[in-house]
Structure formats: structure tokens, C-alpha cells
């Protein structure tokens, strides 16, 4: 028994088990508060940019102006030239399809030019894109919806007697498309599945996180004019607040559902309806849908910060007292 303390003794510096002993109870308070100081860090939450008052009057006026270009214009002109012309059913739909969504592909156009110059891309692309000419998935999914109702008007519009039910079919589409991508990508990622590409700045082989998070990102960045740090601050956010998180996912719920039923009771009316009302409601009804749902959105999104913010003072509060124990 006394060899070990001899040996302990003599090895160049070492303290005896005794004096390691006391020697650990001595520093034992202060160096376990550390950790636990550390692990009680609240760190400030991630300020999101919020448009200037000019910046919120453009936004507004451009969602006035997309409203009038993907829905109020192709009712008026079908019915204004169907019960106050002459002209064939197959002339008014050329018309409407000449017109349809000039406004909206000409903003898309400039969204593009951002993303894809050299002397721009830098600012408004996704955090760790090193390259200039990539899509964003916002800009992605608006292609794909494109692509699908231009099908639809095109092959509507072949026949000489034009398929009007097939024709008041864009804005369901739309609503099909986007709400079966809310919910599928809330269930993905809930069930914490990894991304097999891109989403924005999420990179391949990254959990998977709600569309509608990219969404904003996308949105936020380039529409919003919050650029490359937009991007950053509203992941970080997504990541390190539980509310945050929270509300994502209900409204991607929300939104997903509510798109799909909206979608399917638009298509039931189209195809059971007279047509001539038919396509009124087909390309009505989704859109008066979405006004109810972005109002009763936005004030949800208010209080849900609101209370985030709340939350977050009390655990800055909670974490200072802590650190003063």
C-alpha cells in the first residue's frame, strides 16, 4: 500500500491521491458551474429583416397586380368577350392565353436575372452556392406550375370548340400542386428523412425541412430584399426556436390541406356547373380562397412572434439569474 505513494511522490510534480482528492473538492463548484453556465447560454434571437414602408407598399401592390394578372383579367375578358362580341369561343380564349400572366412571367424573368448574372448572384443566391446561374427552390416550383397550367391552356385550347372546363382548371391546379407539397414535406420532415437535393440553402443530405420554410427564405431574400443574410437569419431561427419551428409546420398543415380541399371542391363545381359558371368559379374561387387564408395567416404569424419573443426574454432572464447563482 505504501508503494503506490512512494512512486506517487517521486513522479516528477504529481499530487498524492489524498491531495487530488481535497485538490478536485476545491475546484469542483467552480469548474462544474462552468458547464453549466455554458449549456444555460441563451443566445439572442436571430432578428429577421423587415421591409421598409416603401419596400411593403411595392409588395403589396405587386401581389395586387399578380392578382389581377393570374385571376381578374381572364374572367373579365372571357365573359366581357363571350356576352359582348361576336368573337368564337376558340379568338377569346387565344386572347385570354396571349395575356395570361404577362405581369407575373415578367417578374419571374427579372427574379432570374438576380440568380443567375455573375454580378448579382452573389447577393441574393442561397448561403454556400459558390456557382451563378442555379435555381433556387422557389424559382423551381414556380417553373413546374408554369409548365403544368400552360399544358392545360394549350391542350384546352386546340379544338376547335374549345374544352372550356379543362380551361378554368389552372388555379386548381395550382392549389393541387402547392398543397400536396406543403404536406409532403411536412411528413418528410417530421419523420426526419434527408433531402436528396437542394432546397435553397438546406444542401443535400441535410434533414429535410417544410417547403414552406424555403418559401420564406426565397421570398424573404430576393422579393423582401433581405439578401444572402435574410437567408442565414431565418434558418438559424428555424433552428435554434421551438415555436418558430412549431409554427412552420402548422401552417404548412394548414396551407397544404386547406390548398388540396379548396383544389378539389373548385374542380368538383367545374365540372358539375354550367359551363360558363363553371369557369368563373374555377378561376375565382382559389384565389378569393387564398385572400381569407393569408389574412387570418398574417395575424397568426404576428402573435406566434409575439409570443416567441416573449419566450425568448424569459430564457435570456432565467439565463442571467442562473449565471449570477
Given at each position: 500500500m505504501n508503494a503506490p505513494k512512494n512512486d506517487?511522490?517521486?513522479?516528477?510534480?504529481?499530487?498524492?491521491?489524498?491531495?487530488?482528492?481535497?485538490?478536485?473538492?476545491?475546484v469542483q463548484p467552480s469548474e462544474a458551474s462552468q458547464p453549466s453556465q455554458a449549456m444555460t447560454l441563451v443566445e439572442p434571437l436571430p432578428e429577421l429583416h423587415t421591409p421598409h414602408r416603401r419596400r411593403r407598399i411595392i409588395l403589396w401592390v405587386g401581389v395586387a397586380l399578380a392578382t389581377l394578372d393570374l385571376c381578374v383579367l381572364p374572367i373579365t375578358y372571357y365573359y366581357a368577350f363571350k356576352f359582348?362580341?361576336?368573337?368564337?369561343?376558340?379568338?377569346?380564349?387565344?386572347?385570354?392565353?396571349?395575356?395570361?400572366?404577362?405581369l407575373s412571367f415578367t417578374?419571374?424573368?427579372?427574379?432570374?436575372?438576380?440568380?443567375?448574372?455573375?454580378?448579382?448572384?452573389?447577393?441574393?443566391?442561397?448561403?454556400?452556392?459558390?456557382?451563378w446561374g442555379m435555381l433556387e427552390f422557389l424559382q423551381v416550383n414556380i417553373l413546374i406550375v408554369i409548365t403544368l397550367f400552360e399544358i392545360e391552356l394549350v391542350i384546352g385550347t386546340i379544338p376547335?370548340?374549345?374544352?372550356?372546363?379543362?380551361?378554368?382548371m389552372p388555379s386548381p391546379t395550382i392549389c393541387f400542386y402547392f398543397g400536396f407539397l406543403f404536406c409532403g414535406s411536412a411528413i418528410l420532415t417530421q419523420m426526419r428523412k434527408r433531402?436528396?437535393?437542394?432546397?435553397?440553402?438546406?444542401?443535400?443530405?441535410?434533414?429535410?425541412?417544410?417547403?414552406?420554410?424555403?418559401?420564406i427564405e426565397d421570398a424573404g431574400c430576393i422579393e423582401g430584399q433581405g439578401g444572402v443574410q435574410y437567408r442565414a437569419a431565418v434558418l438559424k431561427r428555424y433552428d435554434v426556436s421551438p415555436r418558430f419551428r412549431r409554427?412552420?409546420?402548422?401552417?404548412?398543415?394548414?396551407?397544404?390541406?386547406?390548398?388540396?380541399?379548396?383544389?378539389?371542391?373548385?374542380?368538383?363545381?367545374?365540372?358539375?356547373?354550367?359551363?360558363?359558371?363553371?369557369?368563373?368559379?374555377?378561376?375565382?374561387?382559389?384565389w378569393a380562397f387564398s385572400a381569407v387564408y393569408s389574412m387570418l395567416t398574417i395575424a397568426f404569424v404576428k402573435q406566434q412572434l409575439r409570443k416567441e419573443k416573449a419566450e425568448w426574454r424569459l430564457k435570456e432572464a432565467s439565463n442571467q439569474n442562473t449565471s449570477v447563482v
Open positions: 506517487c511522490n517521486s513522479s516528477g510534480g504529481n499530487v498524492p491521491p489524498e491531495n487530488e482528492e481535497r485538490t478536485s473538492r476545491d359582348g362580341t361576336n368573337l368564337s369561343v376558340q379568338d377569346i380564349f387565344a386572347i385570354i392565353t396571349g395575356v395570361y400572366g404577362l417578374h419571374y424573368f427579372l427574379r432570374s436575372l438576380k440568380l443567375f448574372r455573375s454580378k448579382t448572384s452573389s447577393k441574393w443566391r442561397p448561403v454556400g452556392w459558390t456557382k376547335h370548340h374549345p374544352w372550356v372546363r379543362l380551361v378554368a433531402l436528396p437535393f437542394n432546397m435553397s440553402s438546406t444542401e443535400k443530405g441535410e434533414l429535410w425541412k417544410p417547403a414552406l420554410l424555403a418559401f409554427m412552420i409546420i402548422m401552417l404548412s398543415w394548414v396551407w397544404g390541406l386547406g390548398l388540396i380541399v379548396i383544389a378539389i371542391v373548385s374542380t368538383v363545381l367545374i365540372m358539375e356547373l354550367e359551363v360558363d359558371i363553371g369557369f368563373g368559379v374555377g378561376w375565382g374561387l382559389p
